[in-house]
Each structure stands twice: as C-alpha cells, then as structure tokens.
C-alpha cells in the first residue's frame, strides 16, 4: 500500500513524524511517500495520483497543506487526519475527510497509524 504523508511545515516533522515511521515496522510493511524527505522538491499531485491512501498530520493549518488536501479530494482518495491532542483543527477540514485520528505522543501516533492500515488492508 503507497501512503502519501502530508504535514505543515509547522511541524518538526522529521523528528516527530519521517524518522519514527522510517525507523518502526510500518516502513518495512508499507511504502510512505513524505514531501520533504529529499533535497529535491517533489511533485505532490502526481504522487497523490498514484498513492493508496492520503495521511495528513493536521495539528498545525497551512496553505501548501490544504492544496494537497484538496488536490487528494477531488481525486476521489481517502484521506485521514491525524492531530495532536490538544489541538486546534481547522473546521473546514471536514470537507474533505470525515477521518480523524487523536494522538498523544510519537509512540500513540504509530500506535494509530498501524491500527488504521491493518483496517485499510482487510477492506
């Protein structure tokens, strides 16, 4: 399964989001496309195109943020929101997905992340 992970810059993302994942079983079990993992800008719309599922850690708003989401609905691809507890999301959110995902800590946000691609792949 191709997951597309999107995030604000906002977020210390490689720290709390790339190198968990890439360093835990999910990266052995599934292919993760991260935007800002290389030095070379990648050409999100295409990768959502062909990715699986689109996950978005959704804890800080930002415009870049919301094109992919928007990109990822109007292709008809099942988007989940992953957020921190104790954060503001944004209301206008729920225009493109209706899944959202409480976490509390890097280890919770695996934990919820593994939890929903064992569903994903049995459907």
Same mark, same amino acid.
């Given at each position: 399964? *191709?997951?597309? @992970?999107?995030?604000?810059?906002?977020?210390?993302? *490689? #720290?709390?989001?790339?190198?968990? $994942? #890439?360093?835990?079983?999910?990266?052995? *079990?599934?292919?993760?496309?991260?935007?800002?993992?290389?030095?070379?800008?990648?050409?999100?719309?295409? $990768?959502?195109?062909?990715?699986?599922?689109?996950?978005?850690?959704?804890?800080?708003?930002?415009?870049?943020?919301?094109?992919?989401?928007?990109?990822?609905?109007?292709?008809?691809?099942?988007?989940?929101?992953?957020? #921190?507890?104790?954060?503001?999301?944004?209301?206008?959110?729920?225009?493109?997905?209706?899944?959202?995902?409480?976490? #509390?800590?890097?280890?919770?946000?695996?934990?919820?992340?593994?939890? *929903?691609?064992? @569903?994903?792949?049995?459907?």
């Amino acid at each position: 399964m *191709k997951i597309y @992970f999107c995030h604000s810059k906002e977020l210390d993302f *490689k #720290r709390e989001l790339y190198l968990p $994942i #890439r360093e835990s079983e999910l990266n052995e *079990k599934y292919e993760f496309i991260f935007p800002h993992e290389g030095e070379d800008a990648v050409n999100s719309r295409e $990768i959502i195109k062909t990715s699986d599922v689109v996950f978005s850690e959704v804890s800080f708003p930002a415009t870049g943020l919301g094109i992919e989401l928007g990109w990822a609905s109007m292709l008809g691809k099942q988007i989940v929101c992953f957020y #921190r507890s104790g954060s503001h999301v944004s209301g206008s959110l729920k225009f493109v997905s209706q899944e959202f995902v409480e976490y #509390r800590d890097i280890e919770d946000l695996k934990k919820k992340i593994t939890e *929903k691609l064992e @569903f994903l792949s049995v459907q």
